[in-house]
C-alpha cells in the first residue's frame, strides 16, 4: 500500500531484468521488497512513537524492518526516540541476517534480535509485556500458490489440523507478551479457514484468550493507502460469503478479488483486556 507495484514483463519480451536487490537505491536501504499482505499487518498495529512491539516469527525480518520504519515515521524520523521492534524466532540463523538488513535500511537502532534469549523473554512478560505482538505463524502457504506452484505437491489433508494445532500454540506462546490495552495480530499466508477464522475462534475459547477481545477494524485504521472496510467488502461480496463469514477484526485477501498484487493473507486482530 505505501509503496510501488512493478508490472509484470510482456509476454514474449527477451530483455531479462536486473534483480531488485542489484540496485543501489536497495542497497541504499531507499526500498524494501514485500508482499502487500506484510505491508497491511504491520499498518494494522498502528505503529506509535515509543511503542515496543513483537514480531514473534520474524525470519529474516521482513516485517521487522517495516515495523521499525513506521515507528520511526511516527516519530518523525527520530529513530532514537521511535521505540524498539523486538525480532523473534526459532531460527537463529535467519535472525542472524536482520542486522545488516537494518543497518542498511538505516533502522539499526529500532530492531533488536536478542529477544529469543529465554532470560529476555521472562524479563518482558515480569514487566507487563509490550505494546503489540505480530504473530505470522508458519502455514500450508495456500495464498501464495500462483507464485510457488510446486507447494501444492507438498499439501496434506491429514496435516492440516497438527499444522493448525501449532498455530494455536504458537498464538498462545506470543499472547503471554502482550500489555493489557496492547494489541495481538494473528496472520498467515493461507485462505483455508481452518488455518485462520477456526484458529482465531479456538484461541478465543480457550484459558488464554479470555484476556482477550476482537479489535476491529474502523475509520481509524483507513488512510489513503488502505481501507480495511472496502477490502473486507469485496472478499465477502465476490465469493457470495454470508456477512459474519468473517468477523469486524479479520481480513482477508485472494488475487482474483483483491488484484494480481496480492497474494492470499489472512490477518486477525485482538486486544488484550485483562
Keep these: 500500500?505505501?509503496?510501488l507495484?512493478?508490472?509484470?514483463?510482456?509476454?514474449?519480451a527477451r530483455q531479462r531484468l536486473p534483480s531488485l536487490q542489484?540496485?543501489?537505491?536497495?542497497?541504499?536501504?531507499?526500498?524494501?521488497?514485500q508482499a502487500e499482505g506484510s505491508q497491511l499487518a504491520c499498518l494494522a498495529l498502528r505503529p506509535a512513537p515509543?511503542?515496543?512491539?513483537?514480531?514473534?516469527?520474524?525470519?529474516?525480518?521482513?516485517?521487522?524492518?517495516?515495523?521499525?520504519?513506521?515507528?520511526?515515521?511516527?516519530?518523525?524520523?527520530?529513530?532514537?526516540?521511535a521505540g524498539a521492534v523486538l525480532a523473534h524466532d526459532v531460527d537463529e540463523l535467519a535472525l542472524k541476517q536482520i542486522p545488516a538488513s537494518a543497518k542498511r535500511s538505516g533502522v539499526e537502532?529500532?530492531?533488536?534480535?536478542?529477544?529469543?534469549?529465554?532470560?529476555?523473554?521472562?524479563?518482558?512478560?515480569?514487566?507487563?509485556?509490550?505494546?503489540?505482538?505480530l504473530v505470522d505463524v508458519p502455514c500450508s502457504s495456500s495464498g501464495v500458490l500462483r507464485r510457488h506452484p510446486s507447494?501444492?505437491?507438498?499439501?496434506?489433508?491429514?496435516?492440516?489440523?497438527?499444522?493448525?494445532?501449532?498455530?494455536?500454540?504458537?498464538?498462545?506462546?506470543?499472547?503471554?507478551?502482550?500489555r493489557e490495552g496492547g494489541t495481538l495480530l494473528y496472520a498467515t499466508c493461507s485462505?483455508?479457514?481452518?488455518?485462520?477464522?477456526?484458529?482465531?475462534?479456538?484461541?478465543?475459547?480457550?484459558?488464554?484468550?479470555a484476556g482477550f477481545e476482537r479489535f476491529a477494524f474502523d475509520e481509524g485504521d483507513k488512510d489513503w493507502a488502505w481501507d480495511p472496510a472496502a477490502l473486507h467488502e469485496a472478499y465477502v461480496g465476490a465469493l457470495g460469503l454470508p456477512s459474519g463469514a468473517l468477523q469486524a477484526n479479520e481480513?482477508?485477501?485472494?488475487?482474483?478479488?483483491?488484484?494480481?498484487?496480492?497474494?492470499?493473507?489472512?490477518?486477525?486482530?485482538?486486544?488484550?483486556?485483562?
Design 191 to 209: 485462505i483455508l479457514s481452518e488455518e485462520n477464522q477456526d484458529v482465531v475462534a479456538r484461541f478465543l475459547d480457550g484459558e488464554v484468550g
Design 22 to 33: 542489484s540496485l543501489e537505491a536497495w542497497k541504499e536501504g531507499c526500498f524494501e521488497v
Design 151 to 178: 507447494l501444492r505437491w507438498q499439501m496434506r489433508e491429514d496435516a492440516l489440523a497438527g499444522l493448525a494445532d501449532q498455530q494455536l500454540e504458537i498464538l498462545e506462546e506470543a499472547a503471554a507478551f502482550v
Design 50 to 81: 515509543g511503542q515496543i512491539i513483537v514480531d514473534y516469527c520474524a525470519g529474516r525480518g521482513g516485517k521487522s524492518l517495516a515495523l521499525a520504519a513506521g515507528l520511526a515515521a511516527a516519530s518523525g524520523g527520530d529513530a532514537a526516540g
Design 251 to 274: 481480513l482477508a485477501l485472494l488475487p482474483n478479488v483483491h488484484g494480481a498484487s496480492h497474494d492470499g493473507f489472512f490477518m486477525a486482530r485482538l486486544r488484550r483486556t485483562s
Design 1 to 3: 500500500p505505501h509503496g
Design 5 to 12: 507495484v512493478l508490472a509484470a514483463r510482456a509476454a514474449g
Design 109 to 133: 537502532g529500532v530492531i533488536k534480535t536478542d529477544f529469543y534469549k529465554q532470560h529476555m523473554k521472562k524479563a518482558l512478560a515480569d514487566a507487563g509485556g509490550v505494546d503489540a505482538v
